[in-house]
């Protein structure tokens, strides 16, 4: 009885610091999100890779060694091409977001419920190959949005739900709405800059005349 006390005791120490990592993600995520897009695609390529890499060194090898030199080789594998691949990492990336929010949303208690949250993130990997700017804004924000207000809800040990998902809502939108007005700023200064290029080759090119 003392050791699962202590072992519980060690579980609420660690809660904290992992809600606040968790917080702190979220924020960059929900308000940074389309900026550090190819981070993203580039860390879960990693993460994939070095998961199916240490699977395949543990079944073919068998020893700890080879299947952590195994997990790096894949983990670098398919970073690189995630990153290479655009598409490819967009849609993973929006399929991982779309999951993680319908998950946040209706916390799924069986496979059936499950399997809504993964038909959710196919849908939102499959817009965003159309549509890949807003749905990256969108995702990120309602993803990084939501989990960085239920983590606080739960560090101020909020005894309602609600208070986690209120922030949570109020920084998804503060997130489309800095996310988005920065994607239009950007925009426009690159019609700016192409505008102004074809003004000088017309210059250019009348000069030669």
């Known amino acids: 009885m003392e050791y699962i006390a202590r072992l519980g005791e060690i579980v609420h120490e660690a809660a904290a610091p992992a809600l606040l ?8 995520n929900c308000f940074f999100g389309l900026r550090l ?3 993203w695609v580039s860390m879960i390529g990693f993460g994939i890779g070095m998961t199916g ?15 952590v030199i195994c997990a790096l ?5 398919l970073a690189t091409l995630a990153y290479c691949i655009y598409r ?3 849609f993973l990336l929006c399929f991982l977001m779309g ?9 799924p208690t069986s496979s059936g419920s499950f399997f809504v949250c993964l038909m959710a993130g ?9 549509f890949v700017e807003p749905v990256i804004i969108i ?32 920084f998804a939108i503060l997130g489309i709405l800095i996310q988005w007005l920065g994607w239009r700023r950007r925009l426009r200064e690159e019609e700016m800059e192409e505008n102004t290029f074809q003004e000088d080759g017309i210059d250019d090119t009348i000069e030669e005349r």
């Open 88 to 90: 490819w990492g967009i």
């Open 122 to 130: 196919a849908g939102v990997g499959a817009l965003a190959l159309k």
């Open 37 to 39: 897009l190819k981070m």
């Open 99 to 107: 999951t993680a929010v319908c998950y946040l949303l209706i916390h």
């Open 73 to 77: 080789i894949g983990g670098i594998l």
């Open 139 to 170: 995702s990120t924000s309602l993803q990084g949005g939501i989990m960085a207000g239920t983590c606080i809800g739960n560090l101020l040990h909020a005894r309602e739900k609600g208070m986690g998902y209120a922030l949570g809502v109020l």
């Open 21 to 28: 990592i968790c917080t702190v993600l979220g924020l960059i």
């Open 53 to 67: 890499g240490y699977m395949l060194g543990m079944h073919f090898g068998n020893t700890i060694a080879i299947a």
